[in-house]
């Protein structure tokens, strides 16, 4: 006999029948001396299809959701199915079906309101919402179809790649609105200093959608990949440090001074765009879209009289966005520091070829660039071009590392952020775009679409900040707030399955 064979619908006792039967097995397994694993494995299916019989009693006496005929609501009349409809929902513990009446203006074009449903607070998808928690976990961590492994794994229920997929375009709905809505350190626990930071990262795309493009997106990126933007909002205390002991830092020399603790980031909140094409509507690109979220943090969290700091790398476009998103605030503009040191080694890879001679000139280099004297280091490149008598490709690549350091010359006042404590490098956002893309959506073989790249990036996000449980107590609001006037007709149903 199985623990379902005991299941009598409407049998108040079930469980305690249910229980019993458990009971009898924990003590017989041991008495036998079953092998743990094994014991496991039975007392988990059993434990499963316990949940299930509780699921299936719980539909039950939620009721038919009879209301009557029909209904008056704020819309409108609604009138009742002529019978009951099938509903099919998955928990956790395995797939079910209920019968119950339904409502609607037109019942032949569409469900206006499904009692039982909304007594539940059960969303439109046929996923319970613990469901779908569960599998977003899985589902921001690992392929789809390892996620389906897993599930099934663990809940010996399978369910199919497209249905994750489902489950993550549905919750993506919300993402964007949540990620604009983030929670924010109270004023208190911020850092002395706010940061500004955003990059682009390639993500590998199904070749047609490759085709579809908007003409002002670069196709960069071989492979089949498109542009995503990342842009990333935190405060951190000051960390005052000397350009000594950043070149020291930057070619790993051991010092006599024991290691400093660096102040931790605060409030660190990241989000990833693609270009958005909808129908009749105008591309909007996904640098605009990063910046106006970064914006909307700043506007949120910039207290008066604190530095406001913009820290990326030298693409120009990534600059004119945040100047036009951020409007006419103040920043402090800074360019990466290790975009900088790799041009510092590819003039230095130039100009000599021993690997000895290429240190020395690149640590000299760097300490000069670091102490503020960046025209310096522009006119010795330029002479050692001229000096040696370098081929025009040479001298072609050192000018343009030359123009590049003159472009940017503003941005590389070294010596000052140093003495302020303020951040040089930017490693928040070259993580951000590791943990957020790489890990997750250039592995081997992946090739995504526009909606399933932009959901991932959104729901990617959230896992990454540890807001996961917080997203879904979101969500749970607005579903109470989207039944919130269809609540309303149930205030006098009482299932008659619990009467008496």
């Known amino acids: 006999m199985t623990v379902v064979d005991l299941f009598d619908v409407g049998n108040p006792s079930f469980l305690v029948d249910q229980l019993d039967q458990l009971k009898h097995f924990v003590r017989r397994s041991a008495r036998q001396g079953r092998p743990i694993r094994e014991f496991e494995t039975k007392l988990l299916a059993m434990l499963l299809e316990v949940g299930h019989d509780c699921c299936t009693e719980y539909l039950r006496l939620q009721g038919d959701g009879d209301l009557g005929p029909s209904i008056d609501s704020e819309e409108g009349p609604m009138t009742r199915s002529d019978k009951p409809r099938p509903r099919e929902l998955r928990t956790l513990f395995g797939e079910h079906v209920y019968h119950a009446y339904v409502y609607g203006r037109n019942l032949d074009r569409k469900i206006d309101f499904r009692p039982v449903d ?25 392929a789809f179809n390892r996620s389906a492994k897993t599930l099934d794994a663990i809940f010996g229920e399978t369910i199919s790649v497209n249905s994750l997929e489902r489950i993550h375009a549905n919750l993506a709905e919300s993402a964007e609105q949540f990620l604009f809505e983030l929670p924010i350190p109270a004023a208190k626990d911020e850092g002395e200093i706010l940061v500004v930071s955003g990059d682009g990262k390639g993500i590998p795309m199904v070749r047609e959608t490759t085709q579809k493009v908007p003409a002002f997106e670069k196709r960069e990126h071989p492979g089949n990949r498109q542009m995503a933007t990342l842009a990333t909002v935190y405060s951190v205390d000051r960390f005052v440090r000397t350009p000594e002991q ?9 010092t006599d001074e024991p290691p400093t603790k660096r102040p931790e980031p605060v409030g660190k909140a990241v989000v990833g765009c693609r270009t958005r094409v909808e129908e009749n509507e105008e591309p909007m690109p996904g640098d605009i879209q990063a910046f106006t979220w970064a914006a909307e943090q700043v506007k949120r969290r910039h207290q008066k009289g604190q530095p406001l700091v913009r820290l990326m790398d030298g693409q120009a476009s990534l600059w004119n966005t945040a100047t036009f998103c951020l409007g006419d605030r103040s920043t402090i503009d800074i360019l990466d520091i290790i975009h900088v040191s790799s041009y510092v080694w590819s003039a230095a890879k130039i100009l000599e070829s021993h690997r000895e001679h290429q240190e020395a000139y690149a640590r000299d280099w760097r300490l000069r660039i670091l102490q503020g004297k960046v025209s310096g280091v522009i006119s010795s490149l330029r002479q050692q071009a001229t000096k040696r008598k370098l081929s025009k490709k040479d001298r072609e690549a050192i000018g343009r590392i030359c123009n590049y350091f003159q472009k940017n010359r503003y941005r590389m006042q070294y010596h000052e952020y140093l003495r302020e404590g303020y951040p040089i490098a930017t490693g928040v956002i070259e993580g951000a775009c590791r943990h957020l893309v790489m890990d997750r959506m250039c592995r081997t ?22 807001l996961s449980d917080t997203f879904h107590d979101y969500r749970a609001r607005l579903e109470r707030d989207r039944i919130k006037n269809l609540c309303k007709l149930l205030k006098n149903y009482t299932p008659f399955t619990l009467c008496g």
């Open 118 to 142: 909304v007594r539940m607070q059960l969303p439109e998808s046929k996923f319970s919402p613990r469901f779908q928690e569960i599998s977003h976990l899985l589902g921001v961590e690992q």
């Open 445 to 466: 073989g992946m090739r995504w679409k526009v909606p399933g790249s932009q959901a991932m990036l959104h729901l990617r996000a959230i896992h990454q900040a540890d």
């Open 246 to 254: 950043i070149v020291d830092a930057l070619f790993r020399e051991p």
